[in-house]
């Protein structure tokens, strides 16, 4: 492939004009993080790349690499923590063909690395495919909810996944299968810098969209009933350590309702910390630091982070 026009060092906006000239690519310039992100924190990004379909992120990636472009990819934006002097590098969104979902040969479901949960669990829902319903209170993309095996009520999503499309550095497009895909709590080989999920296929077995819709309502209902609604957070901000959960400790030492600045550990559920409006990404830091400080000292415990803090 050849490469593009630029020699480094090269200008954000000199790299944006020769981006945007990749057929199925749409640039932004100059994104707030604070309009991509669930908490509503972050500062500023120079570009903002959404790649609608294979090709364009091929020739898109080899050609940052090869320029060595600082870049990361954003999902929903729901569980990373940015920083509010933003990010100096390249946001790139899987969208177009990247975020859609088919039923495939064999029964197996197709979907994009780009697609919202709840709109493949939506899909699954049409389709008559059980398996599915809790993703569909998780507000991520399947790439995002893969690379830290989301999950919820008992359920993980890599325990659905039969194999995985991903890019990698050095490596290139290749094909991982489950247990190539290490799923653990919160967890996956495809932690690491220089991985983007671009496929996945899904074992989804046919079932009463009835049954299925009546599961999904269910696991709304539970989840209304013990986290906060409608409110700027990040889901738990701390995976549960062995044997205990996150949420009733740090509620065991009083700190429900702590609050520095515009963040605040809710009321409802310790695990999470909410903006109450216009919070900064460093308060929300500080609170989380501040806890797992205090529940070290004061029960022993490590607690280790579920969102990604973003350098
Ligand atoms: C109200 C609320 C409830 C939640 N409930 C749950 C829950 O029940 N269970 C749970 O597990 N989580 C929950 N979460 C957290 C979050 O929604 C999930 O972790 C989700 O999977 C994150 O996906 P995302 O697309 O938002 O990822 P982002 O936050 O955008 O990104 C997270 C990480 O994934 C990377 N990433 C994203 N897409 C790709 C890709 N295609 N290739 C490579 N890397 C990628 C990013 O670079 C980043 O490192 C909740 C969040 C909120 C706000």
């Given at each position: 492939m050849e490469g593009w026009g630029f020699a480094l060092p090269t200008t954000w906006e000199e790299l944006s004009e020769e981006i945007e000239k990749v057929e199925g690519i749409v640039v932004r310039r100059n994104v707030s993080l604070r309009d991509l992100t669930s908490w509503r924190v972050g500062g500023q990004v120079p570009l903002m790349v959404d790649v609608c379909n294979l090709s364009a992120f091929l020739e898109l990636i080899q050609n940052l690499e090869k320029g060595k472009v600082c870049w990361r990819v954003l999902g929903a934006g729901s569980n990373i923590l940015p920083?509010?002097?933003?990010?100096?590098g390249i946001l790139i969104r899987l969208k177009g063909e990247l975020s859609q979902a088919s039923l495939g040969g064999g029964g197996f479901v197709e979907a994009g690395a780009g697609i919202s949960l709840p709109k493949l669990a939506s899909l699954a829902l049409s389709l008559g495919l059980g398996g599915m319903e809790f993703l569909s209170g998780i507000p991520g993309t399947l790439g995002g909810a893969l690379k830290i095996n989301a999950g919820c009520f008992g359920q993980e999503i890599g325990n659905l996944v039969e194999q995985v499309l991903i890019w990698e550095r050095n490596q290139g497009l290749h094909w991982v299968n489950r247990v190539q895909a290490g799923f653990g709590y919160r967890s996956s080989?495809?932690?690491?810098?220089?991985v983007v999920l671009i496929k996945a296929l899904f074992k989804a077995f046919p079932d009463s969209k009835e049954v299925i819709k009546k599961r999904m309502e269910e696991l709304q209902a539970r989840r209304a009933e013990h986290q906060p609604q409608g409110v700027f957070c990040a889901g738990s901000v701390f995976k549960n350590p062995v044997g205990d959960y996150a949420g009733r400790l740090i509620e065991s030492l009083g700190f429900?309702?702590?609050?520095v600045g515009q963040a605040q550990v809710s009321n409802k559920h310790a695990n999470f910390i909410i903006n109450l409006g216009g919070a900064k990404a460093d308060e929300i830091r500080f609170i989380i630091k501040w806890i797992q400080g205090e529940v070290f000292r004061q029960k022993g415990i490590f607690l280790e982070n579920e969102v990604e803090f973003w350098s």
């Open positions: 920083r509010d002097e933003g990010y100096e080989s495809f932690k690491k810098e220089g429900k309702g702590l609050r």
